[in-house]
């Protein structure tokens, strides 16, 4: 069983920058996929960004591309995003997940563990 937890959300005018991070502990393996989420209130549950444990493969949203970004520190067992261009409907509970299995997919059913997530807010 993979642990993850987030940490590094707060509080940030719309333009401005945050990096979350994702601590995991437990057995992982190459092949697995660590997703990041957002959960507005009243939306439901959508992908953000994903990154193959090994670090060699990323994806992201459509949404997010060229303002976010996804790393692996593999020293730390940490996975980060690193939010720039920040605006107001990235506001959101953002969570890390883990998949095993070797498909880069977006949907939150297919990832098996979870964090407890860390709030993001953007003003404008």
């Known amino acids: 069983q993979v642990q993850l937890v987030e940490s590094g959300g707060g509080l940030v005018q719309a333009g401005g920058s945050l990096r979350l991070s994702c601590a995991a502990s437990?057995?992982?393996?190459?092949?697995?996929?660590i997703g990041w989420f957002r959960q507005a209130p009243g939306k439901e549950r959508e992908f953000v960004a994903g990154i193959r444990w090994s670090g060699l493969n990323t994806y992201y949203a459509d949404s997010v591309k060229g303002r976010f970004t996804i790393s692996k520190d593999n020293a730390k067992t940490t996975v980060y995003l690193q939010m720039s261009s920040l605006k107001p409907e990235d506001t959101a509970v953002y969570y890390c997940?883990?998949?095993?299995?070797?498909?880069?997919?977006?949907?939150?059913?297919?990832?098996?563990?979870w964090g407890q997530g860390t709030q993001v807010t953007v003003s404008s």
């Open positions: 997940a883990r998949r095993q299995g070797i498909l880069a997919v977006t949907t939150p059913s297919l990832f098996s563990s």
């Open positions: 437990g057995r992982t393996f190459s092949n697995d996929i």
